[in-house]
């Protein structure tokens, strides 16, 4: 048995260390740089900075792992990777284009489509007179660059409170094609990431002057890129005890 999870374990983290690295070919390819940062962060940076201060209702959206450190619910197993863009703007070295990979936690209910451990890449551009066309300029090129030219990318209307107008993702099912199936829930696109331009909320707790910058933010989920990538129907399998898939990769 210890052979046989070993083998699963190489060949699930194979996978997904492939695809950042593909996914990090791409940004940089496109003038972005590499960062990265802890993941158990302090509600600083998980939460308060980002626009969510304590008993926000926003907070509800990241059912989180708390850490038995410090007082109660202040460190906690980060939600996602956006601390990390928190962390850069306190450098305070502007302008910035930069993508953050790295594993998250979420108390979330397993299905085709999510885990409770999950790997993300976050984008992160401050810059002068950035616009919304430059996200949008930008999640279209990623999305052809890294699945195919005829895969294309739709944003609707989102919420996030850290972005202001914010939007969610969504490319063209790889699996089906755009013609409907399980994965896409029979829609023929599948969400990939959220976006929008920072909030000037954000930018204020980090003390960048919003008059003079602005940007945008965007979080792909790693694990959901390489399920498109590869046409898996059910992103479960990754973490299956099925080493005859795994090996594939």
């Not at 108390?107 to 890449?121: G, I, K, M, N």
């Not at 202001?164 to 896409?184: K, M, Y």
Request: charged share 20%.
């Amino acid at each position: 048995m210890g052979d046989v999870a070993s083998v699963i374990s190489r060949g699930h983290l194979h996978l997904l260390d492939r695809t950042r690295r593909e996914l990090e070919d791409v940004f940089v390819a496109m003038g972005f740089t590499v960062a990265e940062g802890p993941e158990a962060e302090t509600d600083w940076y998980n939460f308060e900075a980002l626009n969510m201060p304590p008993a926000h209702p926003a907070r509800s959206l990241w059912d989180t792992f708390y850490l038995d450190l410090g007082q109660p619910e202040t460190v906690v197993l980060r939600t996602h990777t956006s601390p990390v863009q928190i962390r850069l703007m306190e450098l305070g070295h502007l302008p910035i284009h930069a993508v953050m990979p790295g594993r998250c936690y979420r108390r979330e209910t397993p299905d085709a489509r999510h885990l409770v451990v999950f790997h993300q890449l976050e984008g992160l551009v401050v810059d002068r007179e950035i616009t919304f066309a430059h996200l949008a300029g930008t999640v279209e090129t990623f999305a052809n660059a890294f699945f195919g030219a005829d895969i294309h990318t739709r944003l609707r209307p989102g919420y996030f409170p850290f972005t202001e107008p914010s939007a969610e993702v969504e490319v063209t099912c790889t699996i089906c094609r755009g013609a409907g199936c399980r994965t896409c829930s029979h829609t023929g696109w599948v969400e990939l990431a959220g976006c929008g331009m920072v909030d000037p909320a954000v930018f204020a707790a980090v003390g960048v002057d919003p008059e003079k910058w602005t940007g945008f933010a965007f979080g792909f989920g790693i694990d959901r890129c390489a399920q498109m990538r590869h046409g898996i129907a059910d992103r479960g399998v990754l973490g299956d005890a099925d080493a005859r898939f795994l090996r594939q990769f």
